[in-house]
T-cell receptor, first 114, second 113 residues
């Protein structure tokens, strides 16, 4: 089974702090993704990466950055956390092979910015 | 207009009922289609892929109509454990080999005893 592990289930940080969310997958997947999920808005793509050191902006990249130094690890960084970044953050990974590969998600990190 | 649209529900149905969810997508070039299931406060999990010919997995049947850009999920003989949010998901090609998933906001199903 694919295993996608996010470092924290719940996290509370203060406005202005730099926040790191870590994600690790164990299936040698090329593609990794960061989403946030908010009520009524569904999942929205923040950033994704299709290879080590490669990154692409998703639909809502503002206020975020990412790092992919190793294939198995994809980090999401909130440079200066703000209250509107309180959300559920979900990491996912998928294989590049074929067109119909689904994404596998981690358990999610519920982040609260005070 | 959202790229993937679903009725948010909630759908409240009795055990044993048959329930159908519908979804429309706006990008005619979309390549792959899925239904994901998400339990409360949990991550989305793949329920099934959706193929043009229609496909079935036990009590679940998925249909795709490319001409109408319409996807459906039918659940027969509903169980209490089917209560969850069902996400309609479309995959669009984003330059090169990476495909981008577009998620609907989900349809909430509550199966009542």
């Amino acid at each position: 089974d694919v295993k996608v592990t996010q470092s924290s289930r719940y996290l509370v940080k203060r406005t202005g702090e730099k926040v790191f969310l870590e994600c690790v997958q164990d299936m040698d997947h090329e593609n990794m993704f960061w989403y946030r999920q908010d009520p009524g808005l569904g999942l929205r793509l923040i950033y994704f990466s299709y290879d080590v050191k490669m990154k692409e902006k998703g639909d809502i990249p503002e206020g975020y950055s990412v790092s992919r130094e190793k294939k198995e690890r994809f980090s999401l960084i909130l440079e200066s956390a703000s209250t509107n970044q309180t959300s559920m953050y979900l990491c996912a990974s998928s294989s590049r092979t074929g067109g119909g590969q689904p994404q596998h998600f981690g358990d999610g990190t519920r982040l609260s910015i005070l | 207009r959202k790229e993937v649209e679903q009725d948010p529900g909630p759908f409240n149905v009795p055990e044993g009922a048959t329930v159908a969810f519908n979804c429309t997508y706006s990008n005619s070039a979309s390549q792959s289609f899925f239904w994901y299931r998400q339990d409360c406060r949990k991550e989305p999990k793949l329920l099934m892929s959706v193929y043009s010919s229609g496909n079935e997995d036990g009590r679940f049947t998925a249909q795709l109509n490319r001409a109408s850009q319409y996807i459906s999920l039918l659940i027969r003989d509903s169980k209490l454990s089917d209560s969850a949010t069902y996400l309609c998901v479309v995959k669009n090609l984003y330059g090169g080999a990476t495909n981008k998933l577009i998620f609907g906001t989900g349809t909430l199903l509550a199966v009542q005893p």
